[in-house]
């Protein structure tokens, strides 16, 4: 069964930093790319970032709201992959999701979420 | 960026209706498209994928089509756990952009 758990949620102050963790178990996690995404109190969803599989070179793409301030990282020998969230807004309160991302794009499996609450 | 218009934003059925659902993007994406629904305090569950292929293990009453600018999610008969709120997302290049998303209710 194919899992995927966030972690590293939790409340933080405006401008400090917090890094968000996806443990996936039940696929080969190297194989994919993996994304995150984040859903605001009350609003849609909101596509985040990507991270590719190293035989795509392990590049990333991220959206221009958290471009310069969000980092996107994967350790395949952990089958974990990693935001590094810095400089935090109250506009990033959200929860987050990580996704495997079938065929390179479609978001199959889902984490169940993790909640940031950005807040002084 | 790639725009996406999801109509309606509210939509009230009953039981056994069909209902359609569309999405229009501000310019050309091929089938570069996917459905997803999702129920309160849920993640989203993909449910179609290249605009009209059925993700594995969703019921065969939902289907997608359209390629290029309009897109529509049908859904054949609702059932009782369809009542979610649906989005579709462009996958054309980068960034991804989601619909506002379509809340089926019941009547």
């Known amino acids: 069964e194919v899992q995927l758990v966030e972690s590293g949620g939790g409340l933080v102050q405006p401008g400090r930093s917090l890094r968000l963790s996806c443990t996936v178990s039940?696929?080969?996690?190297?194989?994919?790319?993996m994304s995150w995404f984040r859903q605001a109190p009350g609003k849609g969803l909101e596509w985040v970032g990507f991270?590719?599989?190293?035989?795509?070179?392990?590049?990333?793409e991220y959206a221009a709201s958290v471009k310069g301030r969000f980092t996107i990282s994967r350790d395949d020998s952990k089958s974990i992959a990693y935001l590094q969230m810095n400089s935090l807004k109250t506009e990033d309160t959200a929860v987050y999701y990580c996704?495997?991302?079938?065929?390179?794009?479609?978001?199959?499996?889902w984490g169940q979420g993790t909640l940031v609450t950005v807040s002084s | 960026d790639i725009q996406l218009t999801q109509s309606p934003s509210f939509l009230s059925a009953s039981v056994g209706d069909r209902v359609t659902i569309t999405c229009r993007a501000s310019q050309d994406i091929s089938s570069s498209l996917a459905w997803f629904q999702q129920k309160p305090g849920k993640a989203p569950k993909l449910l179609i994928y290249?605009?009209?292929t059925l993700q594995s293990g969703v019921p065969s009453r939902f289907s997608g089509s359209g390629s290029g600018t309009e897109f529509t999610l049908t859904i054949s008969s609702l059932q009782p756990e369809d009542f979610a709120t649906y989005y579709c997302?462009?996958?054309?290049?980068?960034?991804?952009?989601f619909g506002q998303g379509t809340k089926v209710e019941i009547k």
């Open positions: 997302q462009q996958l054309n290049g980068y960034p991804r952009t």
């Open positions: 039940g696929l080969t996690f190297g194989d994919y790319g």
């Open positions: 991270i590719r599989s190293k035989a795509y070179g392990g590049t990333t």
């Open positions: 996704t495997r991302d079938k065929l390179g794009r479609y978001a199959d499996y």
């Open positions: 290249a605009a009209s």
